[in-house]
């Protein structure tokens, strides 16, 4: 039966995997050792594990690398299948689904890096700065002679 207390050996393992690109639902669901899925967000959620939060969600960004890779290796896969006297036209629509899905997923767990948009901000993420200039001289103000 899973433990159901956080422990770092198991944790590690846990990490190691989504970090591969595995699903967090596949990983417990083949490893009868593991704590359930459910176990496993409690940890995340307590606030008793601070350290395995921050591990967690660095994984989840390797895993978003990990599947644009995988998504090279696709690619190249579908191509090879199109090459030749003839394709084979549902295996290579079955790779494109796979391609669109592994993007789609990137694309939300690292936007910043895979996302469709492009964000609006300041230097280094910060906030965006804005100066108002009002170029228009008054009819009341002298005109500037200083040469530019």
Same mark, same amino acid.
């Given at each position: 039966?899973?433990?159901? +207390?956080?422990?770092?050996?198991?944790?590690?393992?846990? =990490?190691? /995997?989504?970090?591969?690109?595995? @699903?967090?639902?596949?990983?417990?669901?083949?490893?009868?050792?593991?704590?359930?899925?459910?176990?496993?967000?409690?940890?995340?959620?307590?606030?008793?594990? @601070?350290?395995? +939060?921050?591990?967690?969600?660095?994984?989840?960004?390797?895993?978003?690398?990990? #599947?644009?890779? /995988?998504?090279? +290796?696709?690619?190249? /896969?579908? /191509?090879?299948? #199109?090459?030749?006297?003839?394709?084979?036209?549902?295996?290579?629509?079955?790779?494109? #689904?796979?391609?669109?899905?592994?993007?789609?997923?990137?694309?939300?767990?690292? @936007?910043?890096?895979?996302?469709?948009?492009?964000?609006?901000?300041?230097?280094?993420?910060?906030? =965006?700065?804005?100066?108002?200039?009002?170029?228009?001289?008054?009819?009341? +103000?002298?005109?500037?002679?200083?040469?530019?």
């Amino acid at each position: 039966m899973p433990r159901l +207390e956080f422990n770092q050996e198991q944790a590690d393992l846990i =990490l190691e /995997e989504i970090a591969k690109g595995r @699903p967090l639902t596949k990983i417990v669901r083949e490893n009868p050792g593991l704590p359930s899925y459910s176990t496993i967000l409690k940890w995340l959620s307590n606030g008793e594990n @601070p350290e395995f +939060e921050i591990a967690y969600v660095l994984a989840r960004e390797h895993q978003a690398d990990t #599947l644009t890779d /995988e998504i090279m +290796e696709d690619a190249e /896969e579908a /191509e090879k299948r #199109l090459t030749g006297d003839r394709s084979d036209n549902a295996r290579v629509q079955a790779v494109r #689904l796979r391609i669109d899905t592994k993007k789609w997923v990137a694309s939300k767990m690292k @936007p910043n890096k895979y996302g469709d948009k492009l964000g609006v901000g300041g230097l280094n993420g910060g906030p =965006l700065e804005v100066s108002i200039v009002n170029y228009a001289k008054k009819e009341d +103000e002298e005109p500037d002679n200083d040469p530019v």
